[in-house]
T-cell receptor, first 105, second 116 residues
């Protein structure tokens, strides 16, 4: 079983839509959680950390559910520039395979 | 800050040849990570170093792969002999000093390797 699992997508949504991704992890003792963004043919870049209490950064909200062992990312009012692959990361080194988001005009 | 620097950015080689990938971490960062990314397997950790010492190399595919970090500002990943299935993008990343599991990594631009 993989350490981290994500739905690969793609998620095709219109501009302005709200979209949510989930990511499940297998190790209940995991301590840190992140969302990274990766543009085509570029390196992954940190989008946001995920705290137990949940956290919000503008249009982006990340949440952690320890009981069910998943993290989520919610993007409100999607922009064309949000089109990318979103990777969840557990304990710094375990990356999901990524969820591709396409925001259409 | 220049960020993590990797070279070469692109490498095309023939099967059986030796390939050396290079990485310069962000100055002052004391943890360095090597990853490989393919469409089929996603982003996989190969090895990471803390203070130039290899901590976990369980992700290194086989004996053909080796990594070194002779000093705090330089690391290499070597494949000898290379095979077509090694074709991938290889990323290097570094992390702030004293960073625990809660600290983020900064990735280099990657080396796109093609083995013919």
């Amino acid at each position: 079983r993989k350490e981290v699992e994500q739905d690969p997508g793609p998620f095709n949504v219109p501009e302005g839509a709200t979209v949510a991704f989930n990511c499940t992890y297998s190790n209940s003792a995991s301590q840190s959680f992140f969302w990274y963004r990766q543009d085509c043919r570029k390196e992954p870049k940190l989008l946001m950390s995920v705290y137990s209490s949940g956290n919000e950064d503008g249009r982006f909200t990340a949440q952690l559910n320890r009981a069910s062992q998943y993290i989520s990312l919610l993007i409100r009012d999607s922009k064309l520039s949000d089109s990318a692959t979103y990777l969840c990361v557990v304990n710094q080194i375990y990356f999901g395979s990524g969820t591709k988001l396409n925001v259409k005009p | 800050d220049a960020g993590v620097i990797q070279s070469p950015r692109h490498e095309v080689t023939e099967m059986g040849q030796e390939v050396t990938l290079r990485c310069k971490p962000i100055s002052g960062h004391n943890s360095l990570f090597w990853y490989r990314q393919t469409m089929m397997r996603g982003l996989e950790l190969l090895i990471y170093f803390n203070n130039n010492v290899p901590i976990d190399d369980s992700g290194m595919p086989e004996d053909r792969f080796s990594a070194k970090m002779p000093n705090a500002s330089f690391s290499t990943l070597k494949i000898q002999p290379s095979e077509p299935r090694d074709s991938a993008v290889y990323f290097c990343a570094s992390r702030v000093p004293g960073g625990g599991v809660g600290d983020t990594q900064y990735f280099g631009p990657g080396t796109r390797l093609t083995v013919l």
